[in-house]
């Protein structure tokens, strides 16, 4: 089964930190999507990348960047976090067979 | 854009009744659709998916989902609902093709009585 890891299940970080929330999948998979979870709002999808050292914005980019240097890891940035992006972090992994795998997510809180 | 409805935000069953959580989507060609269910506090988890072929889908955990073309609709469906079942259910669609993203709908939450 492909497995996607997501460095960290909880984090508190203060506002206007740098933060750096990483994923690592395991099947060779080019593309990579982050997502946020709200309340009432699903998932909304941040950023995704098709290929190592290319992104392109999702639905809700602001405030946030991106790095894949290598194609098992698709980094997510916070360059000056604040409290309004407090929510839980969802790291995805895409074959091309279809399939879309989860990582069991990152719940950030920004103090 | 594509875009998702799960006009439903919260649904109460008793164990053992039926269920059936709908979505509505909006896109301009038959899309990919999907249903994931996601436990408090973990990941999502694919129940099932819809690509080509038989509109009656089957997935995982006694689980099944219909696509209606010209309702635009892919309703999940369960026959006897389980005390376990209880969690957030989100329908999602991708663009046919490759390096495809996937939309969610808003998720309904299934609350599950004894």
């Known amino acids: 089964d492909v497995k996607v890891t997501q460095s960290s299940r909880y984090l508190v970080k203060r506002t206007g930190e740098k933060v750096f929330l990483e994923c690592v999948q395991d099947?060779?998979?080019?593309?990579m999507f982050w997502y946020r979870q709200d309340p009432g709002l699903g998932l909304r999808l941040i950023y995704f990348s098709y290929d190592v050292k290319m992104k392109e914005k999702g639905d809700i980019p602001e405030g946030y960047s991106v790095s894949r240097e290598k194609k098992e890891r698709f980094s997510l940035i916070l360059e000056s976090a604040s409290t309004n992006q407090t929510s839980m972090y969802l790291c995805?992994?895409?074959?091309?067979?279809?399939?879309?795998?989860f990582g069991s997510g990152t719940r950030l809180t920004v103090v | 854009a594509q875009s998702v409805t799960q006009p439903d935000i919260h649904i109460t069953v008793s164990e053992g009744a039926s269920l059936e959580l709908r979505c509505n989507y909006s896109?301009?060609?038959?899309?990919?659709l999907f249903w994931y269910v996601q436990s408090p506090g973990q990941g999502l988890q694919l129940l099932l998916k819809y690509f080509s072929g038989d509109t009656l889908v089957q997935g995982i955990k006694g689980f099944e989902a219909e696509f209606k073309r010209s309702q635009s609709s892919f309703n999940l469906r369960k026959p006897s609902v389980h005390w376990s079942d209880a969690a957030e259910y989100f329908c999602a669609v991708a663009p046919t093709g490759t390096a495809s993203k996937l939309t969610f709908g808003t998720g309904t939450r299934l609350q599950v009585t004894l």
């Open positions: 099947m060779d998979h080019e593309n």
């Open positions: 896109y301009g060609a038959t899309p990919y």
């Open positions: 995805a992994s895409h074959d091309r067979a279809g399939g879309y795998t």
